[in-house]
């Protein structure tokens, strides 16, 4: 399960290494989307400053991170985002510490999310923004580094130019995070914290696998049964051997778990008033596309918004409503975001903010009673946080009950 230096490696279909003259004539440089139609050399001549003077360094100092050196900076990426010494420390933690401060409850007191990364790394790291043509993704911005010396833009402003003079491979590793999209991940710790202290019950159900997260939180509490739904098949075969792992570890009493690799607006469920607890962080339409060739992912079922909240969302509460017990809870994480390609069209309306936390909560109203919105801060949620609309890193955990 884990996910070990070789295998992050093996995705990677390096070049034969080039010289040095070679590399300097081939590098590009991509700001967003878009490779620029200037050389870094033009750049630095149009700005005429200490770029210039130290250019020849800075080359040097690129050739020796994408070429002679590569393995040891790729390395270093993977040691630093993803790798896991000890498996007991990231899958086995106490819930003790209290996240839930002055009327807000702190995701990320408490970041467990490694594991998570480690486990699903091709995927989270694959993740697009807004459209399926999206080339932003962390891992094809590490390939295109490697395979065809395309740098980021933000490594020839000052910034960025300072860093790799001083070869600072932490803070570049930083700036490729800050400006380079892949999946956010609800932390472990947060899940388990809100079953152990802030819900009741035994059972719950997750209409998405969160990653794993989910799972991984659950196995900290007193719970007994999880369920979750996903359409990421390798997601879904990490269910079992998470399962596997608890179940072996002698700290932890067994539990029932499973996972349904189906679309949840789509999931035939044979539990009938049987969870006490629906629990999860749906998607948020396009704000991240994880894989664009699975056709069960809900955008790429209902690519427009409305659609998509009536035959993805509504269909969804309507699967998991049956399976709560009466009196049961339908609990929800989620945040209004901005579309920043306009992919939502509005009529008569330029705006991009898409209000999704309340047209998804107000399809839950029509089958379930409103209680009450809690508010989660997550620091650093996304790197798209500033564009993410008015509550930046804040979201709403929406909750309903099954009542009549």
Same mark, same amino acid.
């Given at each position: 399960?884990?996910?070990?230096?070789?295998?992050?490696?093996?995705?990677?279909?390096?070049?034969?290494?080039?010289?040095?003259?070679?590399?300097?004539?081939?590098?590009?440089?991509?700001?967003?989307?878009?490779?620029?139609?200037?050389?870094?050399?033009?750049?630095?001549?149009?700005?005429?400053?200490?770029?210039?003077?130290?250019?020849?360094?800075?080359?040097?100092?690129?050739?020796?991170?994408?070429? #002679?050196?590569?393995? #040891?900076?790729?390395?270093?990426?993977?040691?630093?985002?993803?790798?896991?010494?000890?498996?007991?420390?990231?899958?086995?933690?106490?819930?003790? !510490?209290?996240?839930?401060?002055?009327?807000?409850?702190?995701?990320?007191?408490?970041?467990?999310? &490694?594991?998570?990364?480690?486990?699903?790394?091709?995927?989270?790291?694959?993740?697009?923004?807004?459209?399926?043509?999206?080339?932003?993704?962390?891992?094809?911005?590490?390939?295109?580094?490697?395979?065809?010396?395309?740098?980021?833009?933000?490594?020839?402003?000052?910034?960025?130019?300072?860093?790799?003079?001083?070869?600072?491979?932490?803070?570049?590793?930083?700036?490729? &995070?800050?400006?380079?999209?892949?999946?956010?991940?609800?932390?472990?710790?947060?899940?388990?914290?809100?079953?152990?202290?802030?819900?009741?019950?035994?059972?719950?159900?997750?209409?998405?696998?969160?990653?794993?997260?989910?799972?991984?939180?659950?196995?900290?509490?007193?719970?007994?049964?999880?369920?979750?739904?996903?359409?990421?098949? /390798?997601?879904?075969?990490?269910?079992?051997?998470?399962?596997?792992?608890?179940?072996?570890?002698?700290?932890?009493?067994?539990?029932?778990?499973?996972?349904?690799?189906?679309?949840?607006?789509?999931?035939?469920?044979?539990?009938?008033?049987?969870?006490?607890?629906?629990?999860?962080?749906?998607?948020?339409?396009?704000?991240?596309?994880?894989?664009?060739?699975?056709?069960?992912?809900?955008?790429?079922?209902?690519?427009?918004?409305?659609?998509?909240?009536?035959?993805?969302?509504?269909?969804?509460?309507?699967?998991?409503?049956?399976?709560?017990?009466?009196?049961?809870?339908?609990?929800?994480?989620?945040?209004?975001?901005?579309?920043?390609?306009?992919?939502?069209?509005?009529?008569?309306?330029?705006?991009?903010?898409?209000?999704?936390?309340?047209?998804?909560?107000?399809?839950?109203?029509?089958?379930?009673?409103?209680?009450?919105?809690?508010?989660?801060?997550? /620091?650093?949620?996304?790197?798209?946080?500033?564009?993410?609309?008015?509550?930046?890193?804040?979201? !709403?955990?929406?909750?309903?009950?099954?009542?009549?």
């Amino acid at each position: 399960m884990i996910v070990s230096y070789t295998k992050f490696r093996s995705l990677f279909e390096l070049p034969d290494k080039i010289d040095y003259e070679e590399f300097k004539s081939k590098i590009k440089v991509k700001r967003n989307q878009k490779i620029m139609d200037y050389t870094p050399d033009e750049f630095f001549e149009a700005r005429n400053d200490f770029r210039l003077v130290q250019k020849e360094q800075y080359y040097r100092n690129l050739y020796e991170i994408c070429v #002679t050196d590569r393995e #040891t900076t790729l390395e270093m990426w993977f040691n630093s985002h993803i790798k896991i010494d000890n498996l007991s420390k990231h899958m086995n933690f106490s819930l003790s !510490d209290n996240i839930l401060k002055d009327g807000v409850i702190h995701g990320r007191l408490q970041n467990k999310g &490694r594991i998570v990364k480690n486990i699903n790394f091709d995927k989270i790291f694959a993740t697009k923004k807004y459209s399926s043509e999206d080339n932003m993704p962390i891992l094809n911005e590490l390939k295109c580094m490697f395979t065809d010396y395309i740098i980021n833009s933000n490594l020839i402003i000052p910034h960025g130019f300072k860093k790799v003079i001083s070869k600072d491979l932490s803070t570049i590793f930083a700036i490729m &995070r800050g400006t380079r999209h892949r999946a956010s991940i609800f932390n472990p710790y947060t899940y388990g914290w809100l079953l152990q202290n802030y819900f009741e019950g035994e059972r719950v159900i997750a209409p998405t696998a969160g990653w794993n997260a989910y799972q991984i939180g659950f196995h900290q509490t007193d719970w007994k049964e999880f369920t979750c739904i996903d359409v990421i098949e /390798s997601v879904i075969e990490n269910v079992s051997d998470i399962a596997d792992y608890y179940n072996t570890n002698p700290f932890t009493e067994n539990k029932i778990v499973s996972g349904h690799c189906c679309p949840s607006e789509k999931v035939l469920l044979e539990e009938k008033n049987y969870y006490d607890l629906s629990l999860c962080s749906p998607p948020y339409f396009n704000l991240e596309i994880y894989e664009t060739d699975n056709q069960n992912q809900s955008v790429n079922n209902f690519p427009q918004y409305n659609d998509w909240l009536e035959g993805y969302w509504n269909a969804t509460v309507e699967n998991i409503l049956p399976t709560l017990k009466s009196g049961g809870t339908f609990a929800f994480v989620i945040s209004n975001y901005k579309d920043v390609f306009s992919n939502v069209k509005k009529e008569n309306s330029n705006d991009s903010q898409i209000n999704i936390s309340e047209d998804m909560l107000n399809i839950c109203k029509r089958h379930m009673t409103y209680e009450k919105t809690e508010n989660i801060a997550w /620091s650093g949620f996304s790197t798209l946080a500033g564009k993410m609309g008015t509550k930046g890193n804040v979201e !709403d955990m929406h909750i309903l009950s099954k009542k009549f």
